[in-house]
């Protein structure tokens, strides 16, 4: 172990001799010695969760209540999103995915029958009125 000392700083054309300081490790280490454990290193690994992204589908539930909401589907399915919301913030991550796949079953079912009933509102009308 090289026991030399470090210069901090040195003066510059001042003619005194330079002032030296010893660090605080290199004391405890000239003081104390070397460490003396046979032992090899050991190391520690954390494994760190990354975050799960569980969607809970709000916005596409907000817009199949208001927009194509038939037989009240839409206000379910925004339920069930709002549950499922409160499931991730609480961080019951495993009820927060169940109520996901729920809603995304239901806003897909909700979209199909809006898009069904928005088109017999069209074709009806147009079908009655050339019968006519």
């Not at 040195?10 to 010695?33: D, F, I, R, T, W």
């Not at 709000?58 to 549950?83: D, E, H, Q, R």
């Not at 609480?90 to 109520?99: E, S």
């Not at 897909?108 to 029958?113: G, N, T």
Request: aromatic share 10%.
């Amino acid at each position: 172990m090289n026991h030399t000392v470090q210069t901090f700083f040195s003066p510059v054309n001042s003619g005194q001799p330079p002032n030296y300081e010893m660090l605080k490790e290199e004391h405890e280490v000239a003081v104390l010695g070397a460490p003396h454990n046979p032992a090899p290193p050991t190391s520690t690994v954390i494994h760190i969760r990354s975050e799960t992204s569980v969607p809970d589908h709000v916005v596409w539930s907000l817009f199949n209540t208001l927009f194509m909401n038939p037989c009240c589907l839409g206000f379910i399915v925004f339920a069930y999103s709002v549950k499922s919301r409160d499931r991730k913030m609480v961080g019951d991550l495993t009820g927060a995915q169940a109520y996901a796949s729920t809603v995304k079953c239901l806003n897909i079912w909700a979209l199909i029958f809006g898009i069904l009933m928005t088109i017999l509102l069209i074709v009806i009308p147009v079908l009655i009125f050339q019968a006519y």
